[in-house]
């Protein structure tokens, strides 16, 4: 194994975009976020300067279901959130970064 110097971040935010089957009787944030608003979430981190400061990765489960909303996590404070659309995750970058 080889380190990789790539420069760190203020932020790193894990969206969850794990779907599950609709008769699974864990709840999953794919039906209410979907990989192409996580795209949407990194053109817009480029479009604020923000990119190389905020990384954003999209992941398949974060072990933290919620069966009413959409789970992601923000490091390096390894804070878990819970929101209703993507928008939210903005507001939440933006407030971090203060």
């Known amino acids: 194994m080889q380190e990789i110097h790539f420069p760190k971040p203020k932020l ?3 969206v969850c975009v ?5 008769d699974h009787p864990t709840p999953s944030c794919g039906p209410r976020i979907k990989p192409e608003d996580v795209k949407e979430l990194k053109r817009w981190l480029v ?3 923000l990119a190389g400061i905020v990384y954003c990765t999209k992941a398949q489960c974060l072990g933290f ?3 009413d909303h959409s789970v992601a996590v923000l490091y390096p404070k390894g804070k878990f959130v ?17």
């Open 65 to 67: 279901c919620n069966p």
């Open 18 to 22: 794990n779907e599950r089957p609709k």
């Open 12 to 14: 790193h935010l894990f």
């Open 47 to 49: 479009s604020q300067g």
């Open 82 to 98: 819970k929101y209703d659309h993507p928008d939210e995750l903005k507001e939440l970058i933006l407030s971090e970064l203060k």
